[in-house]
Nanobody
Framework: QVQLLESGGGLVQPGGSLRLSCAAS????????MGWYRQAPGKERELVAT???????NYADSVKGRFTISRDNAKNTVYLQMNSLKPEDTAVYYC???????????????WGQGTRVTVSS
């Protein structure tokens, strides 16, 4: 089992920056991929960025060139650096870990509680 704890959200002006953190604990050796998702008011949850253990990244078109996902293996933490923030980036941001379970490597998703980001002047 994996536990995830997000932090770093808050209120920021358009054009500003924030760095979100997601600290993982538990059976961290089983984690295959980590990622960030967000859910804006009245909207469905959507992919922001993912990072595999091998270092491959994937970004939503809406954040490409502005957001960067990274990790610090020594701290068991994944980060989302958000630059040039726009009002449409306002959302609750959730950390996700994709965990391999068993010999057949079934995949299970674990979610953090979320951290709120508000971009407003």
């Amino acid at each position: 089992q994996v536990q995830l704890l997000e932090s770093g959200g808050g209120l920021v002006q358009p054009g500003g920056s924030l760095r979100l953190s997601c600290a993982a604990s538990g059976d961290i050796r089983s984690i295959n991929t980590m990622g960030w998702y967000r859910q804006a008011p009245g909207k469905e949850r959507e992919l922001v960025a993912t990072l595999t253990n091998g270092g491959s990244t994937n970004y939503a078109d809406s954040v490409k060139g502005r957001f960067t996902i990274s990790r610090d293996n020594a701290k068991n933490t994944v980060y989302l650096q958000m630059n040039s923030l726009k009002p449409e980036d306002t959302a609750v941001y959730y950390c996700k870990a994709v965990v391999r379970v068993g010999v057949v490597s079934i995949l299970v998703n674990y979610w953090g509680q979320g951290t709120r980001v508000t971009v407003s002047s």
